[in-house]
């Protein structure tokens, strides 16, 4: 089983809301990952957690929040977000950190 | 920071066509990963190469990891319309960063 979960498929928010994306992995991964993926562009990474503490952070603005509840679950809290956060969020799973990631199919989501 | 050159950016074959596409660096990296996205899906994973000069096989897929580390290329072999979609090459150095190539984009015409 090689599958990584990600709800909501699509969220709509407006700049002054408050939601989550969440991630879930089963496969005893010890690394997971948050990227940002904008159209027509490569997947940028955002953070990495090692183990259920947050390894990299890759200069992202606080009101991107990630948290790593245990090591099957990921959460990216997200609050008064801007229309230029509008693009396609997508998790990863690795066995350890570095190591070959599988992704989820992604959030698409768009802030009005 | 590093940086994947991917080409071409994108290309159009027929059906049956083999493609060839290929991924470079001026860095080297210890791994190279081939990843294929279709539109609104997350990335999956095609082949993983760890070792330089390794040749791998997936199917109609084969990848080669570059003897010097700095590049790598994949050839599908008789396409199909299913191969449509974007190629990203992706590269690991122990963990200090995990970086996607530009991507080449694929159409195949029946």
């Known amino acids: 089983d090689t599958e990584v979960t990600q709800t909501p498929k699509h969220l709509v928010m407006g700049m002054t809301n408050k939601k989550s994306l969440k991630c879930e992995q089963h496969?005893?991964?010890?690394?997971m990952y948050w990227y940002k993926q904008k159209a027509k562009k490569p997947p940028e990474l955002m953070f990495v957690y090692s183990y259920e503490k947050l390894s990299i952070n890759e200069s992202v603005p606080s009101r991107f929040s990630p948290e790593c509840p245990n090591s099957s679950l990921l959460n990216l809290h997200l609050h008064a977000l801007q229309p230029e956060d509008s693009a396609l969020y997508l998790c990863a799973s690795s066995q350890a950190a570095p190591d070959t990631q599988y992704f989820g199919p992604g959030t698409r989501l768009t802030v009005l | 920071g590093q940086q994947l050159n991917q080409s071409p950016q994108s290309m159009f074959i027929q059906e049956g066509e083999d493609v060839s596409m290929n991924c470079t660096s001026s860095?080297?990296?210890?791994?190279w990963l081939w990843y294929k996205q279709d539109p609104g899906e997350g990335p999956v994973l095609l082949i993983a190469?760890?070792?330089?000069?390794e040749l791998t096989s997936n199917g109609r897929l084969t990848a080669q990891f570059g003897i010097t580390r700095k590049d790598s290329f994949l050839n599908i072999s008789a396409s199909i319309p299913s191969d449509v979609g974007i190629y990203f090459c992706a590269v690991d150095n122990y963990g200090q960063n995990f970086v996607f190539g530009p991507g080449t984009r694929l159409s195949v015409l029946p």
């Open positions: 190469l760890y070792k330089a000069g």
């Open positions: 496969m005893g991964h010890r690394a």
């Open positions: 860095s080297i990296f210890n791994t």
